[in-house]
Structure formats: structure tokens, C-alpha cells
């Protein structure tokens, strides 16, 4: 996966899915993710970290309100990463991020991440390669320290847009006034650097790859969502985790 071009990549579902099955099949899932998030939560031994990268419009926020919000929210938390504020450029680039870790028990949401600093710092070269790969030695390190050290179990996930739906999306929010607080200029003019992002995030794949990433195809949103469900479900499920009992 790490050396395959990103468009040599479908951004649509296999043709053997069908969309209303797979559709009930996602809402069996958030059922059974509502159980096991509730066991992650009264055990408290394992921590996850869900990691969402992916172009403007690819619908992080979306999957996060359709896939994780029926869950308890007292064990789910959000994190979203845009431009660092003033006292976040005095510090090291991860101190903003290592701060939104999560505690044992808690699922923790990271929309767009640490990746940012290896992808749209490289897009506008705001640092170099050399810079940047020395950075991804750091982001390896840390995520090893979570993953050994702490039990944080980590999803990395990359959602891939297609150009043509992307573009769609972005209308969308000019028209619609369920959508148009989201309405950022600035989104047209960066859609136009897709080519460059997509080899800064290919680099990426290929150098931070120690906690592998999945790549989503994202124009549906039905099976977007199912597929991050169904990595979530099978990540919980491998935990064997079990309620405490009383207290002696």
C-alpha cells in the first residue's frame, strides 16, 4: 500500500457492495461499537486514537457525527488540529498534539493531526525535506511511545476524495445554508494543489507507516463510514476486554 500511487486508487466502494445491505450492516456495527466503547470505558486499561487525515471535503466531520456519535460521551473526545496558535509555534510541533492523547479508556478523535505538519507545512514549504522527514522520525517515536508504553491502540486513517466530488462538495457549501458556516475561500485555492498533496501524503505513507494507515475510499459516505466502523469494531474486538467485577 505504502508504494501504491494514491491515484491508481478507487475513491468509490467495490462494485460487490451494495449499498442498502452495507448500510444496515453499519448500523449493527454502531450498536456493537456502543457496547464495546461502554467495556473500553469501565475497564480503563486501553486508550484508542483515531486518526482522520484527508483533502477539504472529504468528510471528517461527517464520519465523526455518523460513526461516533451514539456513543457515550463521556468516553469519546475530539481534537481538531488547524492553523497552531502563537503560543503553539513557541513549543516543539508535537506539544500541541501530545496533550490531546487519550487516557486509558477513552477513545480519542484526532481531526486532521500531527500529519499536518509533515503535509501542509511541505505543500506551502514553510519547511523543507530534510526538515520534514526529520519530523516524521519524530512522529514514528512518539506513536511508538503511545502504542508500548501506554496500550493507546492507534487507526490511521486517510480519506480519498476524488477531485470531481471534492469540487462538488465545496459548491455545496456556497448553496446550502445547512453548510455554508463550513464556506472557506481559501479551500477552492488549496483544491488546486491536490497533485502536491497527494505525493507529500504518499511520502508520508511510505515513512510513517510503523502503525499502518488505511486509505478510504470517501466519495460515498455510506461506505466510508463502514469501513472505519468495521477497523474500529475489529480493533475492539481483539482486545478481549471484560467488565470489572465488585470491589473487594
Not at 32 to 59: P, T
Not at 119 to 125: D, E
Not at 149 to 167: G, M
Request: overall charge positive; hydrophobic content about 35%.
Amino acid at each position: 500500500m505504502a508504494e501504491q500511487k494514491l491515484a491508481g486508487i478507487s475513491t468509490r466502494a467495490p462494485k460487490s457492495f451494495n449499498k442498502e445491505k452495507t448500510k444496515a450492516r453499519l448500523v449493527q456495527m454502531i450498536s456493537e461499537l456502543d457496547e464495546l466503547q461502554n467495556l473500553l470505558y469501565a475497564e480503563s486499561k486501553h486508550s484508542i486514537l483515531v486518526v482522520l487525515q484527508g483533502m477539504d471535503a472529504s468528510g471528517k466531520d461527517g464520519l465523526i457525527r455518523n460513526v461516533f456519535g451514539k456513543m457515550n460521551p463521556q468516553g469519546v473526545t475530539v481534537s481538531s488540529f488547524k492553523e497552531p496558535t502563537k503560543e503553539e509555534l513557541s513549543h516543539d510541533f508535537l506539544w500541541r498534539i501530545h496533550k490531546n492523547v487519550p487516557a486509558k479508556g477513552m477513545i480519542q478523535l484526532f481531526n486532521r493531526s500531527h500529519y499536518e505538519d509533515i503535509l501542509v507545512t511541505r505543500v506551502h514549504k514553510w519547511v523543507d525535506d530534510s526538515h520534514a522527514h526529520k519530523r516524521m522520525q519524530a512522529i514514528n517515536d512518539f506513536e511508538r511511545l503511545l502504542t508500548e508504553h501506554n496500550d493507546t491502540h492507534i487507526l490511521k486513517f486517510y480519506l480519498h476524495v476524488s477531485a470531481e466530488e471534492q469540487q462538488a462538495r465545496l459548491r455545496e457549501r456556497m448553496s446550502d445554508p445547512r453548510k455554508q458556516w463550513k464556506y472557506n475561500e481559501n479551500d477552492f485555492k488549496e483544491a488546486k494543489l491536490r497533485d502536491l498533496y497527494l505525493k507529500m501524503y504518499e511520502d508520508c505513507f511510505r515513512h510513517c507507516n510503523k502503525v499502518p494507515w488505511h486509505i478510504v475510499p470517501a466519495d460515498q459516505n455510506w461506505y466510508k463510514e463502514f469501513v472505519v466502523a468495521k477497523a474500529l469494531l475489529e480493533t475492539l474486538k481483539k482486545l478481549s476486554m471484560h467488565y470489572p467485577g465488585l470491589k473487594k
